[in-house]
């Protein structure tokens, strides 16, 4: 069975070019190989060629690896960037849920204070209406006692009266 991957081609001596490689160093490097070789490359330059082209093929692996590297950096970095800002995200709505909850408690402490508030003035407001109520009760009972004594005085100033022209009407 054959390979799927190599096609043979009638009209190019190139090798197939890979998905992957779609314009890559390696592709390049196998284009430059792929003519066919004549009897002069055989001769010792040859073999220096192929040794650069190993070189080359080499430092094209290397940026390869390299670039797949810097990936992988650029990948890990926007990661730890996505976490922080998920972080910062879950701290904010922490912060807000927090300020929410305080602000909700200073609003029913408030309303607490202000009912508090309110029923102390009402108790002033009571003790002072009956403040009022007694000082006018006393008022009331202070003049009545003063009638009565005025009315008391006015009897005895009567009797005394009496009493003398009693004695005064016995004497003579």
């Known amino acids: 069975m054959a390979d799927p991957k190599c096609r043979i081609s009638t009209g190019s001596l190139k090798p197939p070019m890979s998905r992957r490689s779609s314009g890559s160093s390696r592709s390049k490097a196998a284009s430059a190989s792929s003519a066919p070789m004549s009897t002069s490359m055989m001769s010792p330059v040859s073999s220096s060629s192929t040794g650069n082209q190993k070189k080359k093929q080499r430092s094209d692996v290397q940026s390869r690896v390299d670039m797949l590297n810097a990936e992988i950096e650029n990948v890990q970095s926007d990661k730890i960037s996505r976490e922080e800002l998920k972080n910062e995200r879950y701290m904010v709505k922490y ?10 408690f200073l609003k029913h402490e408030r309303a607490d ?3 508090e508030a309110a029923a102390a003035h009402i108790r002033g407001l009571e003790a002072k209406n009956s403040e009022i109520r007694l000082h006018e009760a006393e008022a009331k009972m202070h003049n009545a006692l003063a009638h009565a004594h005025k009315e008391e005085a006015t009897t005895l100033r009567l009797k005394i009266e009496y009493g003398r022209l009693q004695g005064s009407s016995s004497g003579s």
């Open 95 to 104: 912060n807000l849920a927090r300020q929410v909850n305080e602000h909700k």
């Open 113 to 115: 204070d202000y009912a």
